[in-house]
């Protein structure tokens, strides 16, 4: 019995480290206790690709060393941030072609919607564009094929993307124009439409729009994180992993066969050692031709990223582990004393002090703690076990916060430099979890979310914390421990109030009051069934809310115009399972005009009154794979995968259709 139980333990263990090596694909960062912040430590760029090397060097034993892919072990490398560059001079764009003469041009309506986006001003891609007179509609598709000899033939379906241009205004004149091939998300700056795939970024004059125009197309060597369309000019960022061997130059992209190379000295770092595995690099590109007038680079982890731009800066974070063996160690000298000989302590003690990696003291860990427990007879060790259970439960929750961390880099959008470096507790949900306000950057995370030290049987208890950061990313403010037990499911700032939802069986929802940066206060909580997974302002003290309840779409609007007793005035659940909109605020529309907004479902397209603050169908799009919708002048335009309905908006009659 106790070698069973002796095998038990082992294996409990050594899937323990499997799993944190799972995890931690992310690379770790040393404990905020024991290392000063980024924020106060400060940045700079490698002086050599000697210096980086040795950053290196020193970086390696605060992550794990390998993760495990599809059976086979990979290296993962850490990095470091990095530095602006010198770029040559950018020739200037070709003027775009004006209309022959002769020919009168068209007038443009006068309304027109835009993509839904965070901050106003600030574009975001989305597979829909529309300048008022054409729709630039990116869509996947199927096609078939067939392979082998006539009598063998096999019939293959591949998917493909394309992108349609169509004629939209006015609706009687609806008609495809041209396609293009290949597709993704699109940016319509002017006459030039930008499709970013996978693997290219390609730029169209669409001047013409029976027959788009090649101008320009770069490749992408890395992975694309987001884009973004301000002022003429296109914010690109992308990431590339690390070679170890060859940290620099990294090549993130080429243009015309031509890379685009970053050296060692543009590569900024933090000057305190941590553990990174990718390089994020920001580009501006003129949107005419293509080329690189500005660009940056900086270092930083493959885990997730959220990309936030305000009108002074962009925001790039990227999520890491903490140091899990160092909590662990810290754990067991500090809570198990009485229960672990102090023989067995001394030497947990001296492993927090060798310089290897984490991977190498968790299997040290085990070895220890498997030696220590095999000499126990079984009535012991099942006691041991049990006191290390109970006793891990409340360690992890008030340590939560060490082994989940989340690094912030702020590039200005003048010079585009690197002017801060951060980090906090936790993880961002998405882009809506940071807001940039009076010069006080907000941001919103989740800690405790994932148990990584579950080998010591302690349980996970999540919380959700708030923290103002100033200029140089410190943070000089926080709310902490939102819906214990919980996860945030959205955020939403609007001035010196912040608005959140949690769940995890009921769907509370905070009003938190910012006005005092140094003491955010909660202000206001409402518990209602379900979740709200996308929060959108209709004025300044009404909020839509759209999530779920069960199995089925749930709408809500919130009145927060008392911050201390938020009330939900209505909500209509709507008989659909799912909607774009929960993972994508693209897919969402409001008319403020006819105060209506567009909801896609299912095969479906919903258009809701939200009159008087009361939820109302005003009609249903049946039939269709609903994507988007948009509006010109008084005409909501429904576009589906395979066709597209045209709504007159007064009397909501359908006026034109037509089958793509």
């Known amino acids: 019995m106790k070698k069973i139980l002796a095998i038990g333990i082992v294996t409990l263990l050594v899937c323990s480290v ?133 009598e063998k033939k096999i019939e293959i379906i591949e998917p493909y993307m394309e992108t349609k241009v169509i004629k939209a205004f006015p609706p009687e004149n609806l008609s495809v124009e041209s396609s293009i091939e290949g597709g993704g998300n699109l940016l319509l700056h002017e006459n030039i ?67 685009v190379k970053i050296t060692c000295k543009e590569i900024y770092h933090p000057v305190i050692p941590v553990p990174v595995d990718v390089t994020y690099h920001i580009f501006v590109l003129d949107p005419y031709s293509g080329e690189v007038e500005k660009r940056t680079s900086f270092v930083g982890s493959s885990g997730s990223s959220v990309i936030y731009m305000s009108p002074n800066a962009v925001y790039v974070t990227y999520s890491y582990s903490g140091d899990i063996a160092g909590v662990a160690a810290n754990f067991i000298e500090g809570r198990c004393s009485d229960i672990i000989p102090a023989g067995v302590i001394e030497k947990v003690k001296k492993l927090k002090e060798y310089e290897i990696s984490t991977t190498a003291k968790l299997t040290e860990l085990r070895i220890i703690l498997e030696s220590y427990l095999n000499s126990l007879d079984t009535d012991e060790r099942i006691k041991v076990e049990n006191e290390i259970y109970n006793r891990a439960n409340d360690y992890f929750k008030e340590n939560k916060r060490e082994m989940e961390r989340t690094g912030i880099a ?99 929802f905070f009003v938190i009051d910012l006005s005092k940066t140094e003491k955010p206060e909660l202000k206001g909580e409402l518990k209602i069934p379900g979740y709200s997974s996308y929060l959108h302002p209709l004025t300044k003290d009404k909020i839509l809310g759209i999530g779920k309840e069960g199995s089925k779409v749930k709408i809500s609007i919130f009145d927060v115009s008392s911050a201390e007793n938020p009330v939900e005035l209505d909500k209509y659940m709507l008989n659909e399972y799912w909607s774009d909109i929960l993972t994508t605020h693209h897919a969402f529309l409001l008319d403020e005009k006819h105060e209506i907004f567009f909801l896609p479902a299912s095969y479906n397209g919903y258009i809701f009154s939200c009159k008087d603050n009361q939820l109302k169908l005003l009609k249903v799009v049946s039939e269709i794979i609903a994507r988007r919708a948009i509006y010109i002048e008084d005409y909501l335009y429904v576009i589906g995968d395979d066709k597209i309905t045209v709504l007159e908006e007064t009397k909501w009659e359908k006026v034109k259709e037509m089958e793509i």
Not at 196 to 218: D, Q
Not at 448 to 453: A, I, K
């Open 18 to 150: 499997g799993l944190a090596i799972f995890y931690a694909y992310r690379p770790h960062a040393p404990p905020s206790s024991s290392i000063p912040s980024i924020a106060k430590a400060g940045f700079k760029t490698f002086s050599s690709e000697e210096d980086f090397k040795d950053y290196l060097r020193k970086s390696a034993n605060l992550q794990f060393e390998e993760y495990f892919v599809g059976g086979g072990v990979v290296p993962i490398f850490d990095v470091e941030i990095a530095t602006p560059a010198v770029v040559p001079p950018v020739p200037m764009p070709t003027p775009m072609p004006l209309p022959p003469p002769g020919i009168a041009k068209e007038a443009e309506p006068e309304r027109v919607s835009a993509t839904t986006v965070q901050v106003p001003g600030i574009d975001e891609p989305d597979i829909v564009k529309t300048d008022g007179k054409e729709i630039y509609f990116s869509r996947f598709r199927l096609t078939t094929r067939w392979s082998g000899i006539e």
């Open 193 to 259: 439409l930008v499709i970013f795939s996978t693997e290219r970024i390609y730029g169209y004059n669409v001047s013409v729009p029976e027959a788009p125009e090649k101008k320009w197309g770069i490749e992408l060597r890395g992975e694309m994180v987001g884009a973004r369309l301000y002022e003429d000019k296109i914010y690109l960022i992308t990431r590339s992993k690390l070679n170890y061997s060859y940290p620099c130059p990294v090549e993130p992209l080429s243009m015309n066969g031509v890379p």
């Open 410 to 508: 702020k590039i200005s959008l003048d010079k585009l430099d690197v002017i801060a470096a951060g980090d906090i507790p936790g993880i961002p949900l998405n882009q809506f979890s940071l807001d940039e306000y009076e010069g006080y950057l907000r941001i919103a995370t989740t800690v405790g979310e994932r148990n990584l030290l579950w080998f010591f049987g302690s349980e996970r208890e999540s919380a959700n914390d708030i923290y103002v950061l100033d200029l140089n990313l410190n943070a000089v403010g926080s709310i902490k421990d939102l819906g214990i037990g919980e996860r945030i499911y959205s955020v939403r700032f609007m001035g010196d109030k912040a608005y959140v939802v949690t769940f995890r069986e009921i769907d509370p």
